[in-house]
């Protein structure tokens, strides 16, 4: 037993509540179990009770053990003088109250269901993808449509906390939080880093003078991210190189410090390309943020992210090594990814900041209308017969994997909380 299950044993009533008795067998009678208090204090605040004809109002605590109570010095803490009642799984010791009067006690463990008790092992102890895959689906569609909901808003408060941490960084300057985090999704996972980076080595101010130079901007881009250092044979690179060395002095430019990696990398998204398609967005926008927060529809936010790096890179993947003639356009599932994990959690973490309800419900408009993505989570989640429709379901389900089956959140999870609710249920009947 764990004190987090007996508090949720206790707020959703998964115990047999007919003729309660305390511990010095006083009839009980719940009127009310209490408000699940999240913060200090008392698990439960709220709370109404009968004790042998005399209705009690006030706060109640649980514990495992009833000594733990002294364990945790609740006896010197003014927070707890108005506790009604002490729910405890086993009564180890006697207590009192501030007054030398003994604590009303509630004994649980007798009045808890096996079946649950059992179910709730099985599923912290279950190795598999997810703990209860071999019940699913569990939900009915309209439950998985509403928890799917829920899930998906609680992902992007998570994201909206990571951007208002930069947006402190960046003195509450939204285009250069947006800046920081395109630059960031550019590098995917093995560069993310060292490309927001470079992101923050050079300020979209800079940017702005450079904007209609092409050749300018990548010089910035690839000189900051190290690339440019060496020895080269053909005019391009030469040309940036010029460039860089010229831009790295004017402006007292400190390049990263880790070159980006090239190795076991698609050609398509080596760091080369992405910088050179990282320009390109700059050159054929400006004030990008501030555009779409404008944009309603998704097809043009789509439109405008729809960048090919310059001609150089259609037969070049590397400095000096010539390739097939090849366009290096950023793709549609590309392109839906940065909607997906950069423009949507700004615009939505801006409609929160900013009171604006309009942007949050923008953004999850927006990823209603994107196909779901595709990776192994979800590929494994529908093998279980839970499936995403679209990017708001397949975030939530990513979401579902990540913060709460792999983390054994199931007390706190749709999908849990029935499968320990049946089993109750299952006793009482």
């Known amino acids: 037993m764990t004190e987090r299950l007996l508090q949720f044993i206790w707020q959703f009533q998964y115990y047999n509540a007919s003729s309660l008795c305390t511990e010095h067998a006083e009839p009980l009678s719940i009127i009310q179990g209490g408000t699940f208090n999240t913060h200090q204090g008392p698990d439960f605040t709220n709370a109404r009770i009968i004790i042998d004809q005399t209705t009690w109002a006030g706060n109640i605590e649980l514990h495992v053990k009833a000594s733990d109570w002294n364990r945790h010095l609740h006896s010197e803490d003014p927070n707890y003088q108005n506790i009604i009642l002490h729910v ?5 010791v006697e207590i009192m109250d501030a007054n030398g009067t003994a604590l009303p006690t509630l004994i649980l463990q007798p009045l808890v269901s096996k079946l649950l008790l059992q179910q709730y092992e099985w599923l912290m102890l279950s190795q598999d993808f997810v703990p209860c895959q071999k019940q699913l689906p569990v939900l009915s569609h309209l439950g998985w449509i509403g928890w799917k909901e829920r899930l998906a808003i609680e992902r992007l408060q998570h994201k909206s906390a990571h951007v208002n941490m930069l947006l402190q960084q960046a003195n509450n300057h939204w285009e250069e939080v947006l800046w920081w985090m395109l630059c960031r999704n550019y590098g995917i996972k093995v560069n993310s880093d ?7 080595s050079i300020s979209i101010n800079i940017l702005a003078k450079h904007k209609n130079q092409i050749h300018q901007l990548e010089a910035l ?4 991210a190290g690339l440019l250092a060496g020895t080269f044979n053909k005019s391009y690179p030469l040309l940036l190189q010029r460039e860089y060395v010229f831009l790295q002095k004017k402006y007292l430019l400190q390049p990263v410090p880790v070159k980006p990696f090239f190795l076991r990398m698609r050609p398509a998204n080596f760091p080369t390309i992405r910088l050179a398609q990282l320009a390109m967005l700059v050159h054929q926008s400006s004030h990008l943020f501030s555009k779409i927060k404008e944009i309603e529809s998704l097809k043009n936010v789509l439109e405008l992210l729809n960048v090919t790096a310059n001609d150089y890179w259609h037969y070049h993947y590397k400095f000096d090594e010539e390739s097939d003639y090849k366009p290096k356009q950023l793709g549609v599932q590309t392109t839906a990814n940065i909607i997906i994990n950069t423009i949507v ?11 604006e309800e309009i942007y949050i419900e923008k953004a999850l408009k927006w990823l209603e209308e994107l196909h779901a993505e595709k990776n192994t989570i979800i590929d494994t989640w529908k093998s279980f017969e839970v499936s995403a429709k679209n990017a708001l379901e397949s975030q939530a389900l990513i979401e579902l994997k990540n913060n709460f089956c792999n983390q054994k959140r ?4 749709a999908v849990g909380n029935i499968l320990l609710k049946s089993n109750y249920q299952q006793k009482v009947i």
């Open 221 to 224: 881009l690839l000189g900051q």
């Open 194 to 200: 060292i490309f927001e980076s470079v992101g923050k």
């Open 345 to 355: 959690p700004v615009l939505f973490a801006y409609g929160k900041y900013a009171k």
């Open 410 to 413: 199931c007390l706190e999870c």
């Open 88 to 92: 405890v799984w086993e009564n180890d």
